[in-house]
């Protein structure tokens, strides 16, 4: 996948459900200048231009900003009317270029954000959760001391019968020692090598008859459980999916509208680069 026409899809998703202007008959006029009414939507889409740094702020302050914004192009509107700024060629090209874009724009939400079905949704989280491959999770408990003959001495009083989670709220440096030494669940890759080794290596219910080392000291592990993780839920990971189908549907324009209609590129270097962004990635 084009890493370049993937953030651009995801941008435009963002950018079109902010811009989406409000239902006719909810657009109160929120402000004037002179004779020129503000509108809510107007406002609206003011906040969504704002810099960067600007839409950090607290929603009252950016509406305010936004509202300074929108009041200074008013003011100023006229002025440039009189002076015939509007037949400016650089202007013209620059109101053309973002007209074709708004309706680009427009087209991009009634056929992909608009298009996207739950049942779609639905379909490619399946697809999605059968590409995962299958993890083995564990659940973990863990006495650390300083070291290997205080760990020694731990593993002596667990073969005597001792409690796990008494000992490592007596014994443990850990800070988790309150909670019994508790680790939760964790898959590979989540630890340091030494402990992740010697914790997937324990059969259920199983304890290290030997320190581990690491650099926080001397582990004594106890692994109390072992299952396949589970994957996310759709409703945890649904935003993220519905963009994985919007940006399927804008491709799919994108390359059905190529083949009907050619794209010349006459500066060299550039073509070369556009091909090279437009080159198929590897996804899932």
């Not at 239902?23 to 406002?43: C, F, W, Y």
């Not at 926080?216 to 519905?242: M, S, Y």
Request: hydrophobic share 40%.
């Amino acid at each position: 996948m084009s890493r370049y026409k993937t953030l651009a899809a995801a941008a435009l998703v963002a950018m079109i459900a902010a811009g989406v202007a409000r239902a006719e008959g909810t657009d109160p006029v929120i402000a004037k200048v002179g004779d020129q009414e503000i509108r809510q939507s107007e406002l609206d889409l003011a906040i969504t231009s704002l810099d960067p740094q600007l839409q950090r702020m607290p929603d009252e302050q950016k509406r305010a900003a936004a509202l300074s914004a929108v009041i200074d192009v008013k003011l100023l509107l006229k002025d440039a009317e009189k002076e015939g700024l509007q037949n400016d060629e650089a202007f013209k090209q620059r109101v053309a270029f973002l007209t074709e874009r708004e309706l680009h724009n427009a087209f991009f939400k009634k056929h992909v954000v608009d298009a996207v079905t739950s049942e779609e949704v639905k379909a490619r989280y399946d697809k999605e959760v059968a590409a995962i491959p299958p993890q083995e999770e564990v659940k973990a408990r863990h006495i650390l001391v300083k070291t290997e003959d205080e760990a020694k001495d731990v593993i002596k009083e667990l073969d005597a019968g001792k409690n796990f989670a008494d000992l490592a709220k007596a014994k443990s440096t850990d800070p988790n020692k309150e909670e019994g030494g508790d680790l939760g669940y964790f898959t590979k890759g989540r630890m340091v090598p030494e402990f992740e080794t010697a914790a997937f290596a324990l059969e259920k219910g199983a304890y290290t008859k030997t320190p581990v080392k690491t650099q926080f000291g001397f582990h004594v592990i106890l692994i109390e459980d072992k299952r396949p993780q589970a994957p996310p839920t759709l409703e945890q990971v649904e935003p993220q999916v519905r963009q994985l189908v919007m940006r399927d549907k804008y491709l799919e324009l994108l390359n059905s509208a190529k083949e009907s209609t050619a794209v010349e590129i006459s500066d060299p270097a550039l073509k070369k680069a556009y091909d090279e962004a437009g080159k198929p990635q590897e996804t899932k």
